[in-house]
């Protein structure tokens, strides 16, 4: 008897040492060990949020072994992710991957074409992660972020030239009463009148209203502000405020949390896209699709039939 109480005494304390010793390196991250630490304690969370919220899931209810993919009919689907359009003349950041010169897009849109691609919505491609639906084998989806002047002043022409449908996930709080006069050498968001103007192109889903900023740190990392879901209820009701009201987000920077997801699931969204790179596919988790960056070294060819980009990255938390 006189040993078990021993026993159990020093369990406790070794469980409150660990407790205190977790507490200091979630506050104090300041070297490698503690930053294991704080990010093993995440995942603890992580695990005891999804244990305590029993009516979540972030994966797909569709049992992928009842799918059936007919001939002809695609068994995966790119999804293209772009951001800025500019011609080649005025890009001042080359080297910036968010960047693509208009040629190079152009030369994108033409291969695309050519080699009988056919762009979808995110209502079909949603469907079809359900498995409610088949698609063309050379199905594509083509998405912008953050809702630029020049995806509508640039790429609009020439997506609807190859009579093409793209997504842009629009950042609410940036988009303009009216337009300005447009200047490809300058930084610009897209106006209320041209999104108008472009909506037989474009359709517009979420990239949050005003939380596409860094400013949240975990683990000693400064990360999106998306990241704290004490701020997405009033950041959803302000972008459904101004019509994006959508069950389609991308994340901002693609940084993703369990608690994230449950909180945009309890809004309604559907469909949440990342920046991890990868083909989508029936039966995929659909709060965690991954998308293939297109940049000015891109070959096309080659990332539409492998699926790699090194040049994306995501975090989910």
């Known amino acids: 008897m006189k040993y078990s109480k021993k026993i ?16 200091y390196a979630v506050n104090h991250p300041t070297n490698a060990l503690s930053h294991k630490a ?13 244990l305590s919220h029993p009516d979540f899931s972030m994966y797909s209810k569709v049992d992928r072994s009842k799918i059936v993919i007919k001939e002809g009919t695609a068994a995966e689907v790119p999804v293209l992710m772009y951001h800025y359009v500019t011609p080649k003349q005025d890009n001042r950041e080359p080297n910036n991957k968010s960047i693509i010169d208009l040629e190079v897009f152009e030369q994108n849109m033409k291969y695309l074409y050519e080699n009988g691609y056919q762009t979808v919505t995110l209502a079909q491609l949603e469907q079809y992660v359900n498995g409610e639906i088949s698609l063309p084998e050379k199905s594509i989806v083509i998405t912008f972020d953050d809702g630029y002047q020049n995806n509508y002043t640039l790429a609009y022409p020439v997506l609807k030239k190859y009579h093409f449908h793209a997504s842009l996930f629009v950042i609410g709080s940036r988009i303009q009463p009216a337009p300005v006069v447009f200047d490809p050498a300058k930084k610009s968001d897209i106006s209320k009148p041209e999104m108008q103007a472009g909506s037989d192109v474009f359709e ?7 939380l596409h900023h860094k400013g949240y740190t975990v683990c000693g990392d400064d990360l999106p502000v998306t990241l704290d879901t004490n701020l997405l209820d009033h950041d959803i009701e302000q ?9 389609y987000i991308a994340y901002p920077y693609g940084y993703f949390s369990v608690q994230m997801i449950y909180k945009l699931q309890q809004h309604g969204y559907r469909m949440g896209f990342t920046v991890m790179p990868g083909f989508v596919r029936p039966g995929d988790s659909p709060m965690v699709l991954p998308r293939l960056t297109v940049t000015n070294d891109t070959d096309l060819p080659t990332l539409l039939r492998t699926g790699t980009n090194t040049h994306s990255s995501s975090e989910g938390l």
């Open 38 to 50: 704080c990010t093993s304690w995440n995942i603890v969370q992580r695990k005891m949020f999804t």
């Open 239 to 247: 972008i459904k405020q101004i019509g994006i009201d959508t069950p």
């Open 204 to 210: 517009y889903n979420s990239h949050t209203f005003n």
């Open 8 to 23: 159990i005494l020093a369990a406790l304390a070794l469980l409150t040492c660990t407790i205190t010793l977790y507490a």
